[in-house]
């Protein structure tokens, strides 16, 4: 497996990593990237994470066997709708959104005969700064990367995304575009949603700046995530509103419980559901593919 | 300052781990220890932690000029009836309590005359692991103690109390107990609500553990907490139920504006929700005194 020409769609973090690791890898020839921002795309070639500078999406795709989509979740219909006449058949096309059922809707509407190009991808890595200054050729390395292949694809292309992943050292897990996002839902998207909220409550008191002189490392790890960049997780929550509000809705569930026998000062009921949920995360582990050093976004 | 007699009612990490800090500082010449369980006081006493382990608090505290009570919330009553005729009117009384108007509460119930001998104190400090076979000398050092004091304590106590935290390292504040609880309310009893309720949220759905799989560096930090204690935290969140559910009404609050934005699609007030926590979050850090290297119950 390699690549003549790779064209890459956004030149931030993402991309930009991604590019950097397919190169150092030797599994591509030549890059092209495009980014909405003309100084991005300049400092991109500077630091060598392409090797052309195109003025438009066509113009970059133009001739690619492989595009990488690295936009923002609200970028890509705008995206699939400018590449879509310039795409060549035979050309693998992956984005890396954080959601997918959202980014195949677009895809459906704009990328025409084209949509069996896209085999859908999420890699799960991330750092807590982002753009093409802090890009690195390891960012996707012991990561999990997911994918959520379409009808559409072909084998051929199913099976050359798997290996482009795994050659930059990801771990590649095959998921339906529902599962990903209902998954995603409860064990990232609500989780970044109760800290962010968390935090409003607590700025919200009047002594809320006092509580938080206090507040010990307990409250540092459980809150790290609400320190999150606001319009990727805009994006995010309201890409996926649906499973979202799905798992607000078996969240409150739960705290109603806990409410509850708070209220009625049921020690043993309060007790039962602490255990429960003291002995689900004591057995959890981290698995193999999903840990990395940074903090990831996602 | 230097103690003829300190003992140790409840022989456990965090009452091990003062007994040590103080012998290794210097500050006391012998240690008595009572615990409920035999066994846990004749370990204590292969241990080392204590000089003699006594069979009663009436034989632990005999002539004992320093006092720790470092027994579960739901002891502290009984321990303070059980000491109340013992205690020398000049001893220093002090608990090592999570929350401090139950504890002061039950020391008014108890304690009688001797309520002045009791500075209530709150070391935030802990591990994951409990029992004395943890216990070690350093527990304290670089954490933050929290002193409530009593209108009946002599400024003499108080100023022991603080020199005894201090001399191990330990950085001393003093609150109110009303503040205390209302803080710690906001800071750690919520949060850690709020992460067993997440877990048990997920265990609740037939994919749960499924989605557990796929969770990742964002869900392990958040989640740690959960793993607590279950008896400690029930005590803890009983005790300081009122302070609870203020919180948690701050935090549903705050928790209906994510979710109205989101099924209003209002992604512009969505944004600046998410915003103002990134905001706040980004610019906390852990203050000095109430940072550890390990994982603080608290």
């Known amino acids: 497996m390699k690549f003549e020409r790779l064209a890459l769609i956004g030149c931030g973090l993402m991309g930009g990593s991604f590019a950097l690791a397919l190169r150092q890898a030797g599994l591509v020839q030549h890059i092209t990237g495009f980014s909405a921002s003309e100084k991005t795309r300049q400092r991109a070639l500077e630091l060598g994470v392409i ?46 959104g954080s959601t997918k059922c959202d980014v195949i809707a677009a895809a459906q509407a704009a990328l025409g005969e084209r949509l069996n190009c896209l085999v859908p991808a999420h890699p799960i890595a991330g750092k807590e700064v982002a753009g093409i200054e802090h890009a690195e050729g390891t960012l996707y390395q012991d990561r999990r990367t997911i994918l959520t292949p379409l009808p559409q694809n072909s084998i051929r292309h199913i099976q050359t995304a798997s290996e482009v992943w795994t050659a930059i050292g990801s771990h590649v897990s095959h998921m339906t575009p529902e599962a990903h996002d209902a998954t995603f839902a409860a064990v990232s998207h609500l989780p970044h949603l109760l800290t962010f909220a968390a935090v409003n409550a ?49 969240f409150r569930a739960a705290l109603d419980q806990f409410e509850n026998t708070l209220k009625q000062g049921d020690t043993a009921a309060l007790q039962q559901l602490i255990q429960q949920a003291s002995d689900v995360r004591s057995a959890w582990t981290l698995q193999a593919g999903n840990a990395c050093n940074k903090a990831s976004e996602d």
């Open 51 to 96: 090797d052309q500078a195109c003025n438009s999406v066509t113009e970059a795709v133009q001739g690619a066997d492989l595009v990488l989509l690295a936009v923002p979740v609200g970028a890509m219909h705008s995206s699939f709708a400018a590449l879509r006449d310039t795409l060549s058949p035979k050309a693998l096309l992956m984005d890396v």
């Open 202 to 250: 607590l700025t919200a008191q009047p002594q809320g700046a006092a509580f938080l002189e206090m507040a010990g490392p307990g409250f540092r790890d459980f809150s790290r995530i609400a320190a999150s960049d606001a319009s990727v997780w805009r994006d995010i929550l309201s890409a996926n509103r649906s499973e979202v509000l799905t798992q607000m809705a078996h």
